[in-house]
């Protein structure tokens, strides 16, 4: 009885692994890149990349990149994001912890966006910098 229950309990741990590696499988074309710093957006931002502001408008509102619009990770659609598939577009968030931005990114990845990147210091980041912030509802796509 004792060795079916670990046998089971082995059995088990190896389809939650399985299960757990699934999301780790390779995705097709190129991989999310990480924008590190501050100074690096400034110069992709200075190069045309499209920012995207991936938390609602409140928090749009309370402070962003300057240049960024606003497009709520919650609410997005592929409609939202532009035709060309290829267009360089750096999504982030509030910065620290906030996964928000990675996550947009992967879902703009998943629809088939081949030049995105993420922001993975946010705002936070960016005023830590000495950024200029700006502030406000708008713009939006």
Same mark, same amino acid.
């Given at each position: ?5 670990? !046998?089971?309990?082995? !059995? ?20 999310? /890149? @990480? ?20 938390? $609602?408008? @409140?928090?749009?509102?309370? +402070?962003?990149?300057? +240049? ?19 267009? *360089? ?9 906030? *996964?928000? +931005? ?6 703009? %990845?998943?629809?088939?966006? /081949?030049? !995105? ?7 936070? $980041?960016? %005023?830590?910098? +000495?950024?200029?912030? @700006?502030?406000?509802? @708008?713009?939006? *796509?």
């Amino acid at each position: 009885m004792k060795r079916m229950q670990k !046998v089971t309990r082995i !059995v088990g741990l190896c389809l939650v692994a399985t299960i757990g590696l699934t999301g780790c499988a390779a995705q097709d074309g190129p991989p999310i /890149t @990480e924008v590190k710093s501050a100074a690096a957006l400034q110069e992709q931002m200075a190069a045309g990349v499209m920012v995207i502001h991936a938390l $609602d408008a @409140e928090h749009y509102a309370k +402070g962003h990149v300057p +240049g960024a619009i606003n497009i709520d990770y919650e609410k997005m659609t592929p409609e939202m994001l532009p035709a060309e598939k290829n267009k *360089p577009m750096v999504f982030y968030c509030a910065g620290g912890m906030c *996964p928000v +931005g990675r996550m947009a990114a992967n879902k703009a %990845r998943s629809w088939g966006y /081949t030049n !995105v990147s993420v922001y993975e210091g946010g705002i936070k $980041d960016w %005023r830590a910098a +000495g950024m200029n912030v @700006e502030y406000g509802s @708008e713009p939006r *796509p």
